[in-house]
T-cell receptor, first 112, second 117 residues
Framework: QKEVEQNSGPLSVPEGAIASLNCTYS??????FFWYRQYSGKSPELIMS????GDKEDGRFTAQLNKASQYVSLLIRDSQPSDSATYLC????????????FGQGTELSVKP | DAGVTQSPTHLIKTRGQQVTLRCSPK?????VSWYQQALGQGPQFIFQ???????QRGNFPDRFSGHQFPNYSSELNVNALLLGDSALYLC????????????????FGPGTRLLVL
């Protein structure tokens, strides 16, 4: 079982729709959770971080964390073609220093 | 405020050669982490440097080594290059400071794309 798993994608949504990206993790000692966006040929760019159960909203983005289910998700409202990218879920374990464990990423395509 | 910078941007080497990649962290950051990202995969943690020492290491062979300088910049060295070392090498900087809460956010540089022939 992979430590962090994401829907392999690609995920295609029409412009203006809600895109839902999911991530599960295997270690219950996971403490911090991050979503990064990576455009083709570029480096990852931080979108959201979340540490406690529940929802965290930032503009069109909402991160949701459920530690009991070992599940974290990212919702993108009013999706735009510029949101087309690969979205990486990353997890940090408790007492594991700075190491981030990444999923393989989900490719999102927003069609005009 | 300068972000994370890396050099070079691209590099082509042949098998068996050695390579050095460089990273300057974001202003005010004291910790540098290195990741390897193969095509179509998520980044894999190589190691992290803090206070000029390797604080944590991932599952990479000893051919991968690093260094952090007093100004917090860092180098990644890879010896005896293999074809499988071809990847995007990412440097991420963060601030550990004195508290080390474990919630430090890592910001990535543009990466160095290494091709081994």
């Amino acid at each position: 079982q992979k430590e962090v798993e994401q829907n392999s994608g690609p995920l295609s949504v029409p412009e203006g729709a809600i895109a839902s990206l999911n991530c599960t993790y295997s270690d219950r000692g996971s403490q911090s959770f991050f979503w990064y966006r990576q455009y083709s040929g570029k480096s990852p760019e931080l979108i959201m971080s979340i540490y406690s159960n529940g929802d965290k909203e930032d503009g069109r983005f909402t991160a949701q964390l459920n530690k009991a289910s070992q599940y974290v998700s990212l919702l993108i409202r009013d999706s735009q073609p510029s949101d087309s990218a690969t979205y990486l879920c990353a997890v940090r374990l408790y007492n594991q220093g700075g190491k981030l464990i990444f999923g393989q990423g989900t490719e999102l395509s927003v069609k005009p | 405020d300068a972000g994370v910078t890396q050099s070079p941007t691209h590099l082509i080497k042949t098998r068996g050669q050695q390579v050095t990649l460089r990273c300057s962290p974001k202003s005010g950051h004291d910790t540098v982490s290195w990741y390897q990202q193969a095509l179509g995969q998520g980044p894999q943690f190589i190691f992290q440097y803090y206070e000029e020492e390797e604080r944590q290491r991932g599952n990479f062979p000893d051919r991968f080594s690093g260094h952090q300088f007093p100004n917090y910049s860092s180098e990644l060295n890879v010896n005896a290059l293999l074809l499988g070392d071809s990847a995007l090498y990412l440097c991420a900087s963060s601030l550990t400071g004195s508290s080390g809460t474990g919630r430090e956010t890592q910001y990535f540089g543009p990466g160095t794309r290494l091709l081994v022939l």
